[in-house]
């Protein structure tokens, strides 16, 4: 058990529709990663929040979006779902903004878009 | 740009065998390199890292690796694998906006 919850574990949806994914980073830890990872792409790092900030963007759609909390719990909301957007979807955390150390990773979310 | 690369996309050893899985990195600065192994069903959990120093790194489960910086390698090795190490692994450089390989698939055979 890394420490990291995300919820759901499962989902499954419809093209067109708008969900979000949860994540509560280690205790702790101030950093949270949002990663997706899909057969054909791989995993991909999507965005970076430290301490509620925005830190880092990758290769995230403009129809995602990402939030981190006061309590440092973490939202990924995808939007206008498209069948490719079926994935795993990981969060991680840790303690430094630098992420020089271990990147703790949840269980993630299976988005399957129908 | 940071970027990973692994040559292998699925490897089979048998049981008790030894494992070299590749790694070859791109990074413009010194760079930091990790091993992560995730199992079917599961989130990833990190093998080892190299920050800096001693180029051989010892990780978890009797898994070790070399830092090559004229080669740009950071291959995984193993001097006997257990059926129990079969899982994906993935080799990953940077810090903050961390960048993966696509993942080595290993089968273990009896």
């Known amino acids: 058990d890394s420490g990291v919850t995300q919820t759901p574990k499962h989902l499954i949806t419809a093209t067109g529709q708008r969900v979000t994914l949860r994540c509560s980073p280690r205790?702790?830890?101030?950093?949270v990663y949002w990663y997706q990872q899909s057969l054909d792409q791989g995993l991909q790092f999507l965005i970076q929040y430290y301490n509620g900030e925005e830190r880092a963007k990758g290769n995230i759609l403009e129809r995602f979006s990402a939030q981190q909390f006061p309590d440092l719990h973490s939202e990924l909301n995808l939007s206008s779902l498209e069948l490719g957007d079926s994935a795993l979807y990981f969060c991680?955390?840790?303690?430094?903004?630098?992420?020089?150390?271990?990147?703790?990773f949840g269980e993630g979310s299976r988005l399957t878009v129908l | 740009a940071q970027s990973v690369t692994q040559p292998d996309i699925h490897i089979t050893v048998s049981e008790g065998a030894s494992l070299e899985l590749r790694c070859n990195y791109s990074?413009?600065?010194?760079?930091?390199l990790f091993w992560y192994v995730q199992s079917p069903g599961q989130g990833l959990q990190l093998l080892l890292k190299y920050f800096s120093g001693d180029t051989l790194v010892q990780g978890i489960k009797g898994f070790e690796a070399e830092f090559k910086r004229s080669q740009s390698s950071f291959n995984l090795r193993k001097p006997s694998v257990h059926w129990s190490d079969a899982a994906e692994y993935f080799c990953a450089v940077g810090a903050g906006d961390m960048r993966f390989g696509a993942g080595t698939r290993l089968t273990v055979k009896p």
């Open positions: 991680a955390s840790t303690p430094s903004l630098s992420g020089t150390g271990e990147l703790f």
């Open positions: 990074y413009g600065a010194t760079p930091y």
């Open positions: 205790s702790g830890d101030l950093s």
